[in-house]
């Protein structure tokens, strides 16, 4: 099948190259002519495992180009995939006009039928806001081309996106019309081979879905944090509550780690943007406001057991961190909890060296020019003069350190650990005060 995916970003990417893996014809449009310079080099502008790889061959093999301009892009693709950025708008509700201009741009070129997919994570009732925009410049250019429109969430996970969108667990596809779920269901039938795993269901329940799935999850997570804080204070331990409660079936393991906060490009927008939905419909989402409001002070857990150890003036003291990305295996730092924990220790006095083994040229972006954070080669160089150490992200790479060669380097044997990487015990047995989450 021709193919056209707009905005290609982590899900546009992603979503590109896996379906040129699969043998149809991609066109990858940005607006973005530096990412299309990239890409046209041979290179990728994000970190994803197993990515670079799957475009270099499918670029080799003919199926996969990239490209800047909005003609080419609507004239190749019968199907016609967005996946532009629905970020936060002030209010915290979804801004559309990434979503609403790729649309127009269709039907300002459109010359026959395009099946128009939206995969951006968008309101419910902005499926009918895209029909209205196509059918607008249609008309303004006296034609009544027909075209379909469909929802078709992603799941994917950054760190697995190949893998995710490879094999699904679901494929949901919000359509009304028969033309347009056939297609879709031809489209993904090759990734769900073994059985059938496409989910059909109307446009707004498609929509609803997608923030639907990723509210429960940072329900879960902020339910996990909460409960932490009060083993905390308790004497109980998370860890043993976590495994007592994820053996019902009914609860389950999955997401049930509690930490210093979720970040990253959906979880925090997504739960803004349903809250959002539901006040300008008259309902409040009292829970996912609560969910919300645990992760905000969250992310500032780390900084209070800081205060609660050494005091709120931090002059003088200097700090590793490991881990900048919002999570393991990518170099996304949006909502990151590591800016809010290396903006309140700057606050504090403290200088801060930190090591990421992907995501360091990401902060130094976001970071610019600020001296008093600085970047090491390895993990151990971090803490090369530091007084004690902070860890934000579950890289592999944290998980089995050298605590005597820690001790040794560190001026104040401290870490302060918002992932819960270790068993307190082991830590404490060489010589080094602890702070997890929830931990006994
Ligand atoms: N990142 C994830 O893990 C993930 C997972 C599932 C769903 N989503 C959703 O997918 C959407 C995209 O997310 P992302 O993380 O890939 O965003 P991103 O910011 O990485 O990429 C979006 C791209 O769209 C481009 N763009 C904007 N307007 C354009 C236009 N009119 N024409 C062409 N290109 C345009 C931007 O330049 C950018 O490169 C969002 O709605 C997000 O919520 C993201």
């Not at 649309?103 to 070129?109: D, M, P, S």
């Not at 803004?272 to 969250?298: F, M, Y």
Request: aromatic share 8%; proline share 4%; glycine share 8%.
């Amino acid at each position: 099948m021709k193919i056209t995916v707009i905005g290609t970003g982590y899900v546009g990417l992603v979503s590109g190259t896996c379906l040129a893996e699969m043998g149809n014809d991609v066109l990858c449009l940005d607006l973005d002519a530096r990412k299309i310079a990239i890409l046209q080099d041979g290179e990728i502008p994000i970190h994803e495992p197993g990515l670079l790889e799957m475009v270099r061959r499918n670029v080799a093999a003919g199926r996969l180009r990239f490209t800047t301009s909005i003609e080419d892009s609507v004239a190749f693709g019968q199907l016609q995939f967005i996946a532009v950025g629905t970020p936060p708008d002030e209010d915290g509700s979804a801004d559309l006009q990434y979503v609403l201009a790729a649309a127009r741009n269709i039907g300002k070129h459109m010359t026959d039928y395009k099946v128009v997919i939206d995969k951006s994570t968008v309101p419910v009732g902005t499926g009918d806001r895209v029909k209205a925009a196509l059918a607008d410049e249609l008309a303004k250019r006296g034609l009544d081309t027909p075209f379909s429109v469909v929802s078709n969430p992603e799941f994917l996970k950054e760190g697995a996106a190949v893998e995710d969108f490879m094999r699904p667990d679901r494929v949901v596809i919000g359509a009304e019309d028969e033309r347009g779920i056939a297609m879709m269901r031809e489209l993904y039938a090759p990734f769900i081979r073994n059985h059938d795993r496409v989910i059909v269901m109307d446009v707004r329940s498609a929509e609803l879905t997608k923030y639907a799935a990723n509210a429960m999850l940072a329900t879960r997570i902020s339910f996990m944090n909460e409960l932490a804080n009060l083993a905390d204070v308790m004497g109980a331990d998370i860890e043993q509550v976590r495994v007592g409660i994820g053996s019902d079936p009914r609860i389950g393991f999955h997401f049930l780690y509690p930490g210093c906060g979720y970040g990253g490009s959906c979880f925090p927008k997504d739960v803004q943007a349903l809250i959002r939905t539901a006040e300008e419909n008259g309902r409040q989402l009292k829970v996912l406001q609560s969910v919300e409001d645990a992760n905000e002070a969250q992310k500032h857990l780390l900084l209070e057991k800081i205060d609660g150890r050494l005091g709120k003036d931090l002059a003088g003291k200097h700090f590793a961190l490991w881990g900048l990305a919002f999570k393991p295996n990518t170099d996304d730092m949006r909502a990151a909890s590591s800016r809010v924990v290396i903006q309140g220790l700057l606050e504090r006095g403290a200088t801060v060296t930190a090591y990421d083994p992907v995501a360091m040229n990401e902060s130094r972006r976001i970071f610019g020019d600020e001296t008093r954070l600085r970047y090491a080669d390895a993990p151990m160089a971090a803490l090369q003069d530091a007084d004690a150490l902070v860890i934000v992200t579950e890289w592999k790479e944290f998980r089995v350190p050298n605590f005597g060669a820690i001790k040794a380097a560190l001026k104040l044997p401290l870490i302060f650990d918002g992932r819960n990487l270790y068993p307190p015990q082991q830590v404490r047995d060489n010589g080094l005060e602890y702070f997890a989450i929830g931990r006994r």
